[in-house]
């Protein structure tokens, strides 16, 4: 199977994977409750209008019929209207992908090159007591829920100690992630402190595994510096597996992020989630829920086929 082939195989398998997710979302999104009672509230008890809101949403219709029509939808780029204002979802939800996508990319931008350097450094300094004790912070801090971690940063950043950086942020609008920098800093280093525990301890296993090899063990008894031995032997040896960590990360981060836009009161897609879910604004919760689906997938498919590509050992195996 040559390298196209490959990289056709894994797109077609991440598109079959985000289909049969589109199934789970839909069945478990009309578990939430009847949306036509959530937006009569009181007048639900008139079952005449009850009944009309549920044909005007079209919730009469049979389940396989309305989940045939919203993936239809879906696919043609309308993910239909609001149920709590009757709005295009796309219009309401374009501001809020870029926002939470912002996010996840300053985060990323700081977590992945700090826990690469700190997962080599405890790979090479494993069993030393500053490496140890290193572990031991970071264990703690992947024991720490992310809202815990928000409220302890307010806390010392903005309450109590520093009161440097403000509690929440203010994007609303015309005001974009960019200029409300000072915003930025308190969500970011709350999901930069969620995902760098697991990446480094990913990196750190990994890196192990390639000290541990016979071709590095040959460079040692050859005499080359450890430095040398990193960074040109045993480093390029562990991007492939690096590459799975970093994308799993950044789908981690892409969890995350729900809890964390709503302790800043962040307007991204994951508050957005959040209050769709308590209103019951189902087709918001399905457009939402299939980004988050979609990023986890696209992030492990090019985690795959970037792997091969630097894997010279797999590459062969394709050509």
Sequence with gaps: MSIAKFIARRVVLGAA????????????THALGDPARAILGRDAQIPEALAAKRSELGLDRPALRQYFTWLGNMLGGDPGTSYTNDEPILDLMS???????????CAAVVSIPVSLLLGMWSAVRRDHI???STSMVLLALSAIP??????????????????VLP?????????APWDDLDGMVLPTMTLVLVAVPYLV?????????VLESDYVQSSQLLGLRPSTIVWRHALPNAVGSTLQVIALGLAYMAGGVVVVEKVFNYPGLGSALVDAVAAHNVPVVQFITLVFAALYIACNTLADIGTVLVTPRLRTRLT
């Excluded at 994977?17 to 478990?28: K, M």
């Excluded at 992310?146 to 009161?163: D, K, P």
């Excluded at 301890?201 to 595994?209: F, K, N």
Aim: glycine fraction near 4%; proline fraction near 0%.
């Design 17 to 28: 994977t985000l289909l049969i997710v589109s199934v789970f979302v839909f069945a478990l």
């Design 167 to 175: 509690a929440v942020s203010s994007v609303r609008g015309d005001t």
């Design 130 to 132: 500053a490496e140890t």
């Design 95 to 105: 501001d809020r992908i870029r926002n939470s996508l912002i996010l996840m990319w």
């Design 146 to 163: 992310e809202f815990v971690l928000g409220t302890f940063l307010v806390v010392i950043f903005s309450v109590t100690v520093f009161r």
């Design 201 to 209: 301890r990913s990196i750190r296993a990994t890196m192990i595994e």
